[in-house]
């Protein structure tokens, strides 16, 4: 998907949110067991009660890998049922030498059909340039995370600026922003304004929002830049809504939620 | 494997070789092609004669999950094939928020059968314990890698040291030398005899021996401690050092060199 298709689904559905399908088999309704795929009858009722509300689902691949080949036959499923006008993320976190990356790079845009991966920016320029080469696909670096732990290296300084920053200003340059993004956690919303300074083009992927606690109001204001440039991710608040029956028109109901919210920050 | 059965395993062989299987399945030899599992067939042929040469196998995860399910299913019989006395290295560097990396240890420590997987430092303390929390597995994190993309972080100063030397100091804490391992490439030379000064204790995974042109006497000579502390890795030179029937043969010939070597330096 090019970023002219996305910035216009943006501005159709009058929303940015990115539903992570963290599909843990021990947490979905029990009535779900007897179904061939119990992972992805899950996925696909979310999906279908979520596709007109959301411009990007999010598959957290841990969840899915965990279970091995059985996993993986969940996630194929899953990323096959997301219809193309919606960005299908592999929240992977892969990165390693260049022919090796260039093999995880094949690994999500070829065998499986995602549209971005998120990558791990440690080992440098020639580990994240293999998932670049690939047209219309979009290579998700991560700038500053959401966990307690970015401030063991992220936060820290740098010369002049902090490690998070130096990624960003460094990765800016590897790609564009019609093939690059970066990951910034919504617990860091103090941090958005100097970002959008550093990176005032490139999407942003914004997960933390709900559960670990990040304001959507607080990132809109400070975030948003002429095409949106954002893609605010929530994933437990919104598919563990419920463990009934009516898990996915819960799912749905808080969606809906964050889709009005939304369409405020948007006017 | 705990540590001490590790040591001694490479006091037995007098070996610290590591045989890295980044088994692509367009480079095996076209005879392997008939097998119902080529890339299997090709690793159980190598292992079978490199088994009494080397102390770990390490998995590049990448080059199976390229290839899908059928990837993962010959990933699944290559690990269950390697003896229990050889150290079983998931190469996946893998590093997410807490709960996602607890479903990445359970991927590598109980669906699959490894004892070791590598992971990447970038997120922090809490992206790395999970991993730490299982009995008798190593942790092998990121430090100092063998590409030229170290330059862009990791060799970057950072305060009074540089990123992958606070790595190494500050991921030290996290666990202990009987539960964790760091990377650092053969290419990095210089570094060794600073790097023991930082981490004294711990095991060293080191690739970047032969393709990637890093020189295993001066890794040896600068980088051993008294429990040898060593993995060194290499995996094209050995995998595809022949391309005929007698593929096995000619990669134990070079498996052998390494060993003949390593009995040197552990003199």
């Known amino acids: 998907m090019d970023r002219r298709t996305l910035v216009e689904q943006i501005r159709k559905k009058q929303s940015y949110l990115c539903i992570g ?80 990356s260039a093999q995880y790079a094949k690994t999500f845009f070829e065998t499986y059909h995602f549209d971005a991966v998120t990558v791990a920016p440690y080992m440098g320029a020639d580990s994240v340039k293999p998932f670049l080469d690939y047209k219309d696909k979009w290579t998700i670096l991560l700038g ?40 910034v956690g919504a617990t860091q919303a103090d941090e958005f304004t100097a970002i959008r300074k550093l990176v005032p083009d490139h999407f942003l992927l914004v997960p933390g929002v709900g559960a670990q606690g990040g304001s959507l109001k607080d990132i809109s204001e400070k975030a948003m830049n002429r095409d949106i440039g954002l893609l605010v991710n929530a994933s437990r608040t919104i598919i563990y809504a419920s463990d009934t029956v009516y898990f996915a028109e819960e799912a749905r109901a808080i969606a809906q939620q964050y889709q009005f919210e939304m369409k405020e920050y948007l006017k």
């Open 21 to 100: 399908l963290d599909t843990d088999s021990t947490k979905i309704p029990k009535h779900l067991l007897d179904a061939p795929d119990p992972v992805f009858e899950f996925n696909r009722q979310i999906i279908d009660n979520t596709k007109d509300l959301c411009v990007a689902y999010k598959i957290n691949t841990a969840f899915y890998e965990s279970r091995g080949v059985k996993g993986w036959d969940s996630l194929e499923r899953t990323v096959d049922h997301i219809p193309d006008n919606i960005l299908r993320i592999a929240d992977a976190k892969r990165g390693d030498i260049g022919n090796t």
């Open 144 to 183: 500053l995370t959401s966990n307690t732990g970015a401030s063991d290296f992220e936060l820290q300084q740098m010369g002049d600026e902090r490690l998070f920053e130096k990624v960003l200003r460094t990765a800016a340059g590897w790609g564009s922003a019609d093939n690059l993004m970066f990951v």
